[in-house]
């Protein structure tokens, strides 16, 4: 029997090797069918769990949303911000963007118990914020889209970037624009996942020096805001009042019409709609929900694959909570 030469021996592991990076390089890509076979019953368990919360309280369905945006704005889309802080680790709950704001971690701790049921130490926590993102804008009647998963737990948090890299209430569009760009987003992208705000609340003291002391402001609704909102700081801080105010539990595309008629509550809010070059995005959505819905769906797919951690990256962790 003939001996390969060295050439083709050498051709023959360079081609195996290139095979076992092809595969490696396609497992590392996030899939709309990643669990399709180590975890079938998945989307129907988180379903159930966070239509059931929605249910229990129905601003419930903004918190967990928010979730998954202050996940992937910090380091990617990672799990991130489910970790607690421990004497020997600071996580991301209490930098200021999160700090008495992000809520819903109750939420997920049922949701991924549910999950290590049926399919032990499959899932990541990562993932689940992606579903349960999905989940919570589609049950309180925007839309559905296949949710690409794949995406494993990050060990480390960064409070200092989660303090930077989640842009204020206060910020304006330029401030706004780069912010989106710098996580490979674009204009579009920004203006759609802005529509988030369709849903959800807002304290007192994120609005208070809009509904005070800007002009770009309906005075009306303005005089509605003050009601519930003392001018004093420190008085009222927490008190709350909905994004979209005419239907905060209803993921439509009336926050796109509210800001047209200057009825933004937040001061970032109104900058997608005050002569800038994101207006004519605003008056598109506000005209048609199904172009804001088309393109939410895309911009949060395109949120969604902000660095994700794939292959052996990671780890899937038991308890969101806490590193295994």
């Known amino acids: 029997m003939k001996m390969a030469s060295p050439s083709s021996f050498s051709k023959a592991i360079l081609a195996l090797a290139c095979a076992v990076l092809l595969v490696g390089g396609t497992s590392a890509q996030l899939s709309t069918f990643y669990y399709g076979e180590t975890c079938p019953v998945l989307f129907p368990t988180v379903k159930l769990i966070v239509q059931a ?21 910090v380091n990617g889309c990672d799990g ?10 600071t996580g991301e709950k209490n930098a200021a963007p999160n700090r008495n704001s992000l809520r ?13 049921l049926v ?23 925007g839309p559905g889209w296949d949710v690409k998963l794949g995406r494993r737990d990050a060990r480390t948090a960064s409070q200092a970037a989660a303090n930077n890299n989640i842009p204020p209430p206060t910020s ?27 849903i959800g609340q807002a304290r007192c003291i994120n609005f208070r020096a809009r509904i005070y002391n800007e002009s770009n402001i309906d005075g009306s609704f303005a005089v509605t805001m003050k009601s519930n909102c003392p001018s004093v700081s420190g008085v009222g801080d927490n008190n709350l009042a909905g994004l979209d105010f005419q239907s905060a539990t209803s993921f439509d595309n009336t926050y796109f019409v509210n800001l047209m008629e200057k009825r933004g509550l937040l001061h970032s809010d109104q900058q997608l709609f005050n002569g800038g070059s994101t207006d004519s995005l605003v008056s598109a959505y506000a005209v048609s929900q ?35």
Not at 104 to 116: L, P, R, T, W, Y
């Open 172 to 198: 304006d569009l330029d401030a706004l624009l780069s912010s989106f760009q710098n996580h490979g987003l674009s204009q579009k992208d920004l203006v759609a996942l802005y529509g988030a705000h369709t």
């Open 80 to 89: 991130s911000n489910l970790l607690d802080d421990t004497p020997t680790f």
């Open 53 to 73: 919360a929605i249910a229990q309280e129905a601003r419930m369905g903004a918190s967990l949303l928010r979730l998954f945006f202050h996940d992937c704005f």
């Open 119 to 141: 399919c032990p130490g499959v899932v990541s926590c990562a993932d689940l914020l992606a579903i349960i993102a999905r989940d919570a804008v589609a049950t309180l009647g």
């Open 290 to 324: 199904g172009t804001f819905f088309q393109d939410f769906v895309a911009a949060m797919i395109n949120m969604g694959d902000i660095e994700p951690l794939t292959g052996s990256n990671g780890e899937i962790r038991k308890n969101c909570r806490r590193i295994n």
């Open 104 to 116: 819903g971690f109750n939420v997920v701790d049922q949701i991924k118990s549910a999950v290590e």
